[in-house]
């Protein structure tokens, strides 16, 4: 991957607070996000994507908290600065101008009380970046034309119900973008539209990155999206990286049984409509620290040191890396299956 890096997540640890313990939810993540890249972060829903994501921003719930691990913006060469060390007063103001974030829903995340153009223009406002009522009110029928909402200056008065889901979501990208941010985050934005429109806000997300050298994280369950728009990506399971890789290389060469899985789940013309394939069990509850694999339970090739080692990730080449005990050897005919 390109080492020009924007932002940095080295060792990240995110717990929530349960009685009187506190459980880690998201666990060690390393996350590089490189100047002008679309990085995807993928996983079955409850994996910790999205924890992981709010703590960029600092929006966690009131039950979570970073517990270890930094947040490293690379605001311009030679000059970084830790986002989990920043006061309120500093993430906030950075928060908008320079890292923005679209949210899965637009009808939650959207204020139903006011009118789409003000919502927009009220970011401008807060950040002190235009106070001009009239240069501002430009500027945003201007955003909406370019997140392609067809006649933006009437739209701009629209409420939220009376647009489509598809029409939300691109004012949340207009709000989003309206500052020009370095940096966007993408939480699953296109889960509540169908896919025409989803294929429309990945196609804006990538010409916006590629027309202003803005990077993304895009957080997503759907492996379609991620080889639509992505350049790397990232798949976690139960709150850490398994694997990590070009785009390219990932979906060729898928080394962890879970991305295996993961993959082979997609439906495809041709294939036998009656059967589709699944990765069995479910995302384990997590509660108390486990010393085998987290993935040992549901994955067909573990051995009996899946489940008693946890893994290291490994360099399989070509900026392929993967945290299995047999991707790269395959299982030893020695050792016995499972827990025999």
């Not at 890096?5 to 390393?30: C, M, Q």
């Not at 994501?53 to 490293?72: C, D, H, M, Q, Y």
């Not at 370095?182 to 590629?210: F, G, P, S, Y």
């Amino acid at each position: 991957m390109n080492k020009d890096l924007l932002l940095e997540i080295k060792d990240l640890t995110v717990s929530v607070k349960r009685k009187k313990e506190a459980v880690p939810v998201v666990r060690g993540v390393d996350i590089d996000i490189p100047r002008g890249g679309i990085v995807g972060l993928v996983g079955e829903s409850g994996c910790g994507k999205s924890m992981t994501a709010k703590s960029v921003n600092r929006i966690l719930p009131p039950f979570a908290e970073t517990t270890g691990g930094s947040i490293l913006w690379h605001d311009s060469p030679g000059e970084t600065t830790d986002l989990l060390k920043l006061k309120e007063k500093e993430i906030r103001k950075k928060c908008g101008t320079e890292i923005a974030m679209v949210f899965q829903e637009p009808m939650t995340s959207l204020n139903p009380m006011m009118r789409v153009g003000d919502q927009i223009r009220e970011v401008l406002k807060i950040h002190k970046i235009e106070k001009d009522p009239a240069v501002s009110k430009e500027r945003v029928v201007k955003m909406l034309g370019a997140v392609g909402i067809p006649q933006p200056e009437l739209r701009y008065n629209s409420w939220p119900h009376e647009l489509s889901g598809g029409m939300r979501q691109r004012v949340m990208i207009a709000m989003a973008m309206i500052c020009s941010p370095k940096l966007l985050i993408a939480d699953e934005a296109t889960t509540a539209v169908d896919v025409t429109i989803e294929a429309q806000i990945l196609d804006l997300i990538r010409d916006m990155c590629h027309a202003s050298h803005m990077s993304a994280l895009v957080i997503t369950h759907n492996m379609g999206v991620v080889s639509a728009i992505c350049d790397h990506v990232y798949v976690m399971y139960l709150g850490s990286i398994v694997e990590k890789a070009p785009v390219r290389e990932l979906f060729t060469n898928p080394l962890h049984p879970y991305t295996r899985g993961l993959l082979s789940s997609i439906p495809r013309i041709g294939n036998n409509p009656e059967y589709l394939e699944t990765i069995p069990g479910n995302i384990p509850v997590v509660r108390k620290p486990f010393s085998g694999c987290d993935f040992c339970m549901r994955c067909s090739d573990d051995v009996r040191k899946c489940f008693m080692e946890s893994p290291e990730m490994r360099e399989a080449g070509n900026d392929h890396y993967v945290r299995c005990h047999t991707a790269l050897t395959g299982p030893d005919p020695g050792e016995s299956k499972g827990t025999e």
